[in-house]
């Protein structure tokens, strides 16, 4: 049978999405996965090898938690679908839908003009224009996911657009986040958006909340918009967006992505499951890469962005199939779409039958840091000016770089130190032999901000090595405080 390894995953494979394996249960068949390639362990198990909870397996489109879960049978054929966290049925908004054709915003002549492409469709026509004119819909992020589902529902003719950011345009944001601009750089992203949207069709109120989402306020703002839709890009909001659409009876359209990989869905709906239905709980931090850190291939928010979209408008709309019980992958690198069955799990602590959450929480602490990611403290974080301070005093030192290759070409260390070491982390496990000379020797360990190269200190703390250091915000920092001609990426 075939395992289907994720984007997040594949440097623990050799970059293999594929790997073929031999079982008769789904249990053995991930054995014979880490067999193959033991570094895979550690991310699907716990030391007490149970399956992590923020990893879900289906079989073929079934997930094994409503099969017969690691014990499910398995055959020559069938197909094993790894889906960790990245970090049915008809149904029309409540509010629009309650109100009846008189009440529902007339079109003016101009927008009649504007919106025709929209009216000539049956399934739309002027009775669905005016549920579009009538509808509020939350935007939360402008960056790569918020861009084009807010520039396409502007367009569409959506009534009212909230947007929800406190962030600034960087230059690093416009190979993918296509609503800001360079004249943009610097400027506040939500003012950006805003005059963006404003200039592309005067017709829709735009409303800005320029704060960050928190437990203190995000039902009060959720309370003014019919849909929300989800363009966050970490775990501590993204579980915040879905409790307080449980907790505020509002449809919460979900997207994210990772290097060539997205996910789409509808949460929180009366009938279907909610975020936590997926994903029980988030990834330890650091675990799963942040696009800053793994890249994102610049089109694949816009892809997974107009999806977000097209099935907020079906939602407006009352079309008979929306994305509600239904998790879509998509692959841009091979241009593949995959469709996996979700369930409403009646032992959710926020949608289920008898919810253990019925407030919001600190999402800091649910996922395990406080304010911004945290590293575990058994490993010494070194900051880039004491390490320039101790190579210039010609300390021994040994300097290892885990990164990926292409990054490495894209901008290193070595200027500073001729003899540092690289291996990739994916490789550190095989290759690990290859620092035993240096076990009595400190050595420093650094990535591009820093999450990585904890990892890799943790893992050689494991195999003995004890005068370990990381390198806080990694090799951005050294180019940020120490030498500025280091390329920053």
Known sequence: MQIHIPAPLRVYTGQQDVVTVAGATVESALQGLCAQHPEMKKHLFTADNKLRSFVNLYLNDDDIRYLEGLQTPVKDGDALSIIPSIAGGAA??????????????????????????????????????????????????????????????????????????????????????IIHSTPDVGKKKIDSAAEKLTALNPFTKVIKHETMLTSENALEILAGYDIVVDGTDNFPTRYLVNDACVISGKPNVYGSIFRFDGQASIFATKEGPCYRCLYPEPPPPGLVPSCAEGGVLGILPGLVGVIQATEAIKLILGAPEPLIGRLLLVDAWRMKFRELKLRKNPDCPVCGTHPTVTKLIDYEQFCGIGGQEKVANTIDQMQVQELKRRLDAGDDLVVLDVREPNEYMIANLQEAKPDLKFIPLGDLGKRIGELEEFK????VVHCKMGGRSQRAAEQLQAAGFTKLHNLAGGITAWSEKIDPKIAKY
Request: net charge negative; aromatic share 4%.
């Open 92 to 177: 029309s908004l409540e509010a629009v839908a309650q109100l009846s054709h008189e009440d529902l915003p007339t079109l003016s002549n101009a927008e009649i003009a504007r919106y025709s492409r929209h009216l000539i469709l049956p399934e739309v026509g002027m009775e669905g224009q005016r549920k579009l004119k009538a509808a509020k819909v939350l935007c939360i992020g402008t960056g790569g996911l918020g861009s084009p589902l807010a520039l396409y529902l502007t367009a569409a003719g959506v009534g009212t657009i909230g947007l929800v950011d406190f962030d600034v345009v960087d230059e690093s944001n416009l190979q993918r986040q």
């Open 440 to 443: 009595d020797r400190e050595i």
